[in-house]
């Protein structure tokens, strides 16, 4: 029994993911350094269809590193700031009167990879919009639908710390994401080299020599790659069990969904092929658990009062679990 079709695989040259990250790496090198887990993060994403949210203080270069990435991918992409008052239609588009006629122009969210910043500063009918989007691959206005491209990647970003005037998003909402990222300060070293970058002024000065080293046509080779990839009844029974473990633990209220169980099938897949493998394995469901679920759940108010994290819920979820061999 196999989870998925056998899909054919695309020609050589195609769809190779651990090439594809050499290249982009390559490229984002120029101008972001360290931050190699995000940047994995975010291909896994993109070789699965799925949404990132990048969470971290001010200043380590989530928007940054989210625009060199999509200039490398040689995709389109825009940059929505979100902010108190952004409406809905900003995002998605408005009908406009041109010649008579009713036309329908457009917004922001009609690109490849969009850089949804700041996705905490806006209210929450503008967050829905994003999500509903995120959610259903199209966008609705005035009661006609419009489907986006594809493929679609949102990377938001959000900043950990409440200040007064934002809008956390909503835990059900969360549940969206594919994977929620932490991204955290560089080491020393890294932030010495950081200072070595070429600036002008403040800004670096070298985002322009982010060359385009993919293609839509290249990315849409690596998500059938990536759904090509082979999973066994064991490691799925594994990778269901750490997914049900965290509906069990004391310290959580709401554990994860069964949406989370097929973002970390395909997360895990995405893993597999970006460790050179055709085969997912119960390390690469280790390695993307983490990411994959922290955000979705939800932790008893007594576990928070003792800092317990929802990344030690996830921890303990697979300690529940015995590793098949
Ligand atoms: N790892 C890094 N490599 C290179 N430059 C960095 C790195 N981290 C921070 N910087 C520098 O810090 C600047 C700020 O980065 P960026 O605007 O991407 O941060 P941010 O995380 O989006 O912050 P905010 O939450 O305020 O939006 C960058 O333009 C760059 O000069
Ligand atoms: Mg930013």
Redesign the pocket.
């Known amino acids: 029994m196999s989870y998925e079709p056998p899909a054919p695989e695309p020609s050589p040259g195609g769809g190779d993911l651990l090439a594809l990250r050499a290249r982009v790496l390559a490229e984002v090198r120029k101008?972001?350094?360290?931050?190699e887990a995000t940047l994995d993060a975010l291909l896994l994403a993109v070789s699965v269809g799925g949404h990132v949210l990048?969470e971290?203080?001010?200043?380590?270069?989530?928007?940054?590193?989210?625009?060199a990435l999509a200039r490398a991918l040689g995709v389109d992409f825009r940059r929505a700031q979100f902010t108190p008052d952004m409406l809905p239609s900003d995002l998605t588009g408005t009908l406009t009167l041109r010649a008579g006629e009713l036309a329908f122009r457009p917004g922001p969210v009609f690109t490849n990879v969009l850089l949804a910043?700041?996705i905490n500063r806006t209210p929450p009918k503008t967050q829905a919009a994003l999500l509903e989007a995120m959610q259903e691959g199209q966008v609705t206005v005035d009661g006609e639908s419009h489907p986006l491209p594809d493929p679609f990647l949102v990377v938001a970003?959000q900043?950990p710390i409440e200040y007064e005037g934002t809008y956390p998003l909503p835990e059900a909402q969360l549940d969206r994401f594919l994977m929620k990222v932490d991204?955290g300060y560089?080491d020393e070293a890294?932030?010495f080299?950081?200072l070595g970058?070429a600036?002008r002024g403040?800004?670096?000065s070298t985002l322009d020599d982010v060359q385009p080293v993919a293609g839509v046509a290249e990315l849409r080779a690596v998500r059938a790659l990536v759904d090509a990839t082979r999973v066994t009844p064991e490691v799925a029974a594994y990778l269901l069990r750490v997914v049900r473990a965290t509906r069990e633990l004391p310290s959580v209220a709401v554990g994860a969904s069964p949406r989370a169980a097929v973002h970390l099938l395909a997360v895990s897949k995405a893993a597999a092929r970006l460790a050179g493998r055709d085969f997912v394995t119960p390390d690469d469901v280790s390695a993307v658990v983490t990411p994959t679920l922290r955000h979705r759940l939800v932790l008893r108010p007594e576990a928070e009062l003792e800092r317990f994290r929802p990344d030690d819920a996830v921890a303990n979820a697979v300690q529940l679990v015995p590793v098949p061999r």
Not at 31 to 35: S, W
Not at 56 to 67: M, R
């Open positions: 101008v972001v350094v360290g931050q990048l971290g203080v001010p200043g380590v270069a989530k928007t940054l590193l989210a625009s910043d700041e970003t900043n991204v560089p890294g932030e080299a950081m970058l600036h403040t800004a670096p």
